[in-house]
């Protein structure tokens, strides 16, 4: 088993269609206790049955936008599990009006909202777990390509992304004297609760099965398999990476990213 003995963190499972789920499936099936995480009250009722299946204790609750928060929950987290092998960051979230129209007229707090929430989040949590930490530990964050890319209708948070990117350079570079890695997976359109407020995403997913060299569309067990790539020994000299899982999708021209 690629993990047996592993210990980790997954930040931002809301249901069984979450990406961060289908990477906690991977792990604990190759070994690996997991704490999961959610981000309020509302979201236990369908998590907490989904951490059972894994053998994990009740989701620890953390808002990621406050860090007092994030401190009480690594308090908790330090009591039951005082070493972490990785931390899994899959949390993202605009304001719905500001991925629409166009990005010119994001708003001022849309804009501070995305970048706490979807970037500067990842770098909180890591910084809160680093006192657990293992030598040979890995991070992992989610991200797309709208952020090197204009995808319609992704606007602020394409920018959102792009920022979370090279914090994923930058943090590679703080942690790797420490042994630890830092990477993203930039997955492919799969249907999760933060794709559904997209508009136009149907159309990109019916745009990549037939535009992808692999012609289908990615899903959640292909990127929860590369997350247990990333978060293995496997990929022990891997830092500061993105890696694509989107069944070829992004090496094709510009065209293709634009709706039909």
């Not at 989904?50 to 204790?57: F, I, N, S």
């Not at 804009?111 to 979807?118: M, N, T, W, Y």
């Not at 990842?122 to 390509?145: I, M, N, V, W």
């Amino acid at each position: 088993m690629l993990l047996k003995g592993k210990k980790g963190l997954i930040f931002g499972v809301a249901n069984e269609h979450s990406l961060a789920w289908h990477i906690a499936k991977q792990v604990h099936a190759q070994g690996a206790e997991v704490i999961l995480s959610v981000a309020s009250e509302r979201f236990l009722r369908k998590v907490g049955p989904l951490a059972e299946r894994l053998g994990a204790p009740t989701p620890i609750i953390c808002d990621v936008a406050d860090d007092d928060a994030i401190a009480k929950a690594f308090a908790e987290i330090g009591q039951t599990m005082p070493k972490v092998d990785f931390l899994v960051h899959a949390i993202a979230t605009a304001k719905r009006e500001d991925l629409q129209g166009r990005f010119v007229d994001t708003s001022r707090d849309g804009f501070a909202l995305a970048h706490d929430v979807s970037t500067y989040s990842f770098l909180a949590l890591c910084r809160a777990a680093e006192p657990l930490l293992q030598k040979g530990a890995s991070l992992l964050t989610l991200t797309y390509l709208g952020a090197i890319r204009a995808v319609p209708s992704y606007n602020v948070m394409g920018v959102a992304k792009a920022s979370l990117e090279s914090s994923v350079r930058y943090l590679a570079n703080d942690f790797g004297p420490l042994g630890i890695r830092v990477n993203a997976i930039s997955a492919g359109p799969v249907k999760t609760l933060s794709a559904s407020v997209v508009k136009g995403f149907k159309d990109k997913v019916d745009i990549q099965q037939v535009a992808a060299p692999l012609r289908r569309n990615v899903t959640g067990e292909d990127v929860g398999k590369s997350g247990l790539f990333l978060l293995s020994d496997m990929a022990s000299g891997v830092t500061g990476e993105i890696l694509y899982v989107d069944c070829g999708y992004n090496i094709m021209a510009d065209f293709i990213t634009r709706e039909v």
